[in-house]
């Protein structure tokens, strides 16, 4: 079998494209961990990288309905997405 590596740009490509299961899960419970009360989602860089702001607002919101966390809201502004654990506000 032929095989031909892939740069980093195709490879971001990819997997911006593709589906991953639980990540926004995994996400949120590190978030909720680090016991911060905001943060912006790196949408540049790591499991999110080239995806769009409402793709990522919408995993998220999910996640947060699924995992009953009523504390925790997800806000998108433009190309941005962040999280916010309102009871640390």
Not at 7 to 21: H, I, N, V
């Amino acid at each position: 079998m032929a095989t031909h590596a892939l740069d980093a740009d195709a490879l971001r490509e990819l997997l911006a494209s593709s589906r991953q299961r639980g990540v926004y899960k995994v996400e949120l419970e590190n978030f909720l961990s680090s016991e911060t009360a905001g943060a912006e989602v790196d949408l540049t860089d790591g499991v999110f990288a080239g995806k769009a702001a409402a793709t990522v607002k919408q995993g998220f919101t999910t996640a947060i309905d699924k995992g009953n966390h009523e504390n925790v809201r997800v806000i998108s502004q433009g190309e941005r997405v962040f999280l916010v654990n309102t009871s640390l506000v």
